[in-house]
């Protein structure tokens, strides 16, 4: 059998997004041993980068060593119990997922609906709190990546709060996209991925939680049913003061990638990072309208890095998408759940989000629609 050699294709789907050649390398430097001095600075420095990407001062601020869904599982577990009540905010395929972690759990979700498309409605999630006292959180999903919908992190942090509840958010594609301040909003627990804005690899899930969610999981009845994701045990190992104890081995090639892709982060600055996002998105923007494309999501919800473009009346979804991919090497996502064959999804996430990447896009719809760009 030959060695796999994988296309070069420009990545403009849900994620992940295109890798740089920097964080390749990174990847590419000698393994050592995940308890070796310099591998432990290196984690140090990792934590750190990435309460700089958060904006937090959260001490308990890590990578899981798994995928975003990892993250997602990570928050529930540990702050969730049975017989808790969780209320989980649902306009996109993500928010699906929080009720099932919920449901496993033992606990009970009580369902905040709102239609694929639109924002979390932040009087439906007051109300489902008067309704259910004594709810332990809210969970929701900040940029929501099957839809290309931004909700209002900050009011729904807020809402949380004054009824006593913890805030879950799920930042896998807003991490380093949009702005997000996890201490000043108040969130409590928050997970990301590094595929989505952040640009390295899949494989590895940000993770932060705060001075409340620590204080929910010291607190628990019963012990966090996953023995991998209990933060209480992973913490012996990312923060052992001195003496970092075995829990499993840390997948060390791919926290270079992660620091890499944070030192690069860093280097551009978040806020620049954020501007980027938006000026590629409006260039994007302007060039569809050009073609007669329109965008799924109001203007006031729309995520920069995830844009949702209606299908026009008689054009094959699926035939588009593979003309992209086999005669332009580009990768769009496709429509999810109630929006599968009516949009498109075009990413434009951490190194994919950048004028080149727009041109190209637009010049290959262009010849493929037969749309005068
Ligand atoms: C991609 C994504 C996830 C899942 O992350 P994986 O790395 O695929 O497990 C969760 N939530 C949102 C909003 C996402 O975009």
Redesign the pocket.
Known sequence: MPSFMPPERLLLG??PSNVSSRILQALARPTIGHLDPQFVGMMDELKALLRYAFITENPLTVPVSA????G?ETCFVNLIEAGDTVIVCQNGV?GG?MKENVLRIGATPVMVQDDFGKAIDLNKVAEAFKANPGVKALAF?H???STGVESDAQALCQLAHEHGALAIV?A??SLGGIPLRVDAWGVDAIYS?S??CLSAP?GL?PVSFGERAVAALKARKTPVQSWFLDLSLVMAYWQGEGARSYHHTAPINMLYGLHESLVMLQEEGLEAAWARHRRNHERLHDGLQRMGLELLVDERHRLPQLNTVCIPEGVEDLAVRRQLLDQHSIEIGAGLGSLASKIWRIGLMGASSHPDSVDRVLAALSQVLKRPL
């Open positions: 849900p994620g995928p975003g869904s990892a997602m993500f997922r999903v940029a929501e990546t799920d896998v594609t991925g595929q989505k899949p899930s």
